[in-house]
C-alpha cells in the first residue's frame, strides 16, 4: 500500500485548502481512512477518522464543523476539505489506511499504512 498526498500551501487565516490523498493497493471502499496532523514540538494529532464501509466517523473537536472528507472511488483518492483555516491548523497534513474498521477515534496506533504528509502553513 503506498499512500499520496498533496494539496498542501500558504493560506491565509480564514482562508481553505484542499488536500488529496491518493492510494496504490488499497480502495477506499473498505477498512478506514484517516487524517492526521503535526505541528513541530508536537505530538501526531487525529483530526477525522472515518470506516468505510459503514461511514462511522470521528472528527476531532478542534476541526469539527470546518474540515470534511470526500471520497472518489472511481480515482480511489480521498479529500480534506479544510475551511476556515486558523493560524493554529499550521502542520504537515498525513493521510493514513487502515484493511479493517477502526473504533469510533481517531489515533495513529489504529493505522498501519501512511502517506508522506504535506505543509499546511497559515498565515496569520
Known amino acids: 500500500v503506498q499512500l499520496q498526498a498533496s494539496g498542501g500551501g500558504l493560506v491565509r487565516t480564514g482562508g481553505s485548502l484542499r488536500l488529496s490523498c491518493a492510494a496504490s493497493?488499497?480502495?477506499?471502499?473498505?477498512?478506514?481512512i484517516g487524517w492526521f496532523r503535526q505541528a513541530p514540538g508536537k505530538e501526531r494529532e487525529g483530526l477525522l477518522c472515518?470506516?468505510?464501509?459503514?461511514?462511522?466517523?470521528y472528527y476531532a473537536d478542534s476541526v469539527q464543523g470546518r474540515f470534511t472528507i470526500f471520497r472518489n472511488l472511481a480515482e480511489n483518492t480521498v479529500s480534506l476539505q479544510m475551511n476556515s483555516l486558523k493560524p493554529e491548523d499550521t502542520a504537515i497534513y498525513y493521510c493514513?489506511?487502515?484493511?479493517?474498521?477502526?473504533?469510533?477515534?481517531?489515533?495513529?496506533?489504529?493505522?498501519?499504512?501512511w502517506g508522506q504528509g504535506t505543509q499546511v502553513t497559515v498565515s496569520s
Open positions: 493514513a489506511t487502515e484493511g479493517v474498521n477502526v473504533k469510533p477515534r481517531c489515533v495513529v496506533a489504529d493505522f498501519t499504512h
Open positions: 493497493g488499497f480502495t477506499f471502499d473498505y477498512g478506514a
Open positions: 472515518i470506516n468505510n464501509n459503514d461511514g462511522e466517523s
